[in-house]
């Protein structure tokens, strides 16, 4: 198949068309931006699993005394030494 096409005007010019030949540009800015953007969510992912298996667990907070009291008193149950 030839990439040329002919077309013949109202006065018998012809007209060629050629096919564009190279890359699309919204195609390489959609592959460049799709390729930085996977780029980022798999370093994320990385990141991510390398610090759960390097950094200890979270120490809970400690709940004062106080606190106790009170949900113990909530629960209808009074605080030993009362």
Not at 6 to 19: H, L, P, R, S, V
Not at 25 to 45: Q, R, S
Not at 51 to 68: A, C, E, G, H, N
Request: charged share 25%.
């Amino acid at each position: 198949m030839s990439d040329e096409f002919q077309f013949a005007d109202k006065g018998n010019k012809i007209i060629y068309e050629t096919e564009a030949k190279g890359f699309n540009p919204g195609l390489i800015v959609l592959l460049v931006v799709g390729g930085l953007v996977l780029t980022f969510l798999v370093g994320n992912y990385v990141l991510y699993a390398y610090t759960q298996k390097t950094l200890p667990p979270r120490k809970k907070k400690l709940v004062s005394k106080k606190k106790i009291k009170r949900e113990r008193l909530k629960q209808g149950v009074s605080a030993p030494g009362e």
